[in-house]
């Protein structure tokens, strides 16, 4: 009895042992921390020639946060009006390239990023839609450096873009002009949330005005990549058909 007592002892006492180093090889906190690091840039959902924000941001520094160089990928659907960093990083450098992707470099002179800390803002970029359309701000690092001169692993988290048309509004309407059926031609121009005969007669009435031939792809019923009394003429077709 004794004897098995024993060797049940010494053997749990060797898992242990054993144990032990396999946990904190596959199991450290410190590491599973380093290895979740994320670098990333928020979302941008604004309309064609609004203003809109983009954050470059690092989820934490383990280890503290001695500088960065990094270029923040920019899609043509955006155009850079201003960046601006934190306090954090008194010593910064903009250098802009050749396709519109600025790359930022900034120092933490002061030690303002301690260790441990977390939700680390970067840099602030100011930007404007320029066009309607989709795309990705995606970033590159050239060095990423904790306070002991070490390269900080990251995860990159690319930001989505999305810059929605801006239909136009007619005079004397209640609201911007609709696209009903997602056919990607305009038919409710009085925003009543139809399509109706007054819709066809507003769309004659400013067939010249910049409503209509600054967004010829709207009002284009002809598929002619202009827009005339024909297109009126198919505006009339594609109403009447509906009924």
Known sequence: MIRHLLFTVIGLIGVALIWTPVQMMFFNPAVEAQATVVLSATDVVIDSGSNGLIEIRLSSAPSGLAGFDIVVEIPDVLVVDSIEFPETF???QVLHGATGSPRLRGVDLGFDVNKGATDILLARIHVQGVTHGTGQINITVNRLDDDDGSNISVNLVSGAVTINRVFPTFPLQSGRSQ???DDGLVDDLNANDRMDFAD??????HLESPQVQENIDLFDYTASDSVGMADVTGMFDHLVNQT
């Not at 066809?200 to 009435?205: A, C, D, E, G």
């Open 200 to 205: 066809l007669v507003l769309f004659f009435q």
């Open 179 to 181: 696209d009903l059926d």
């Open 90 to 92: 008194v010593l910064n």
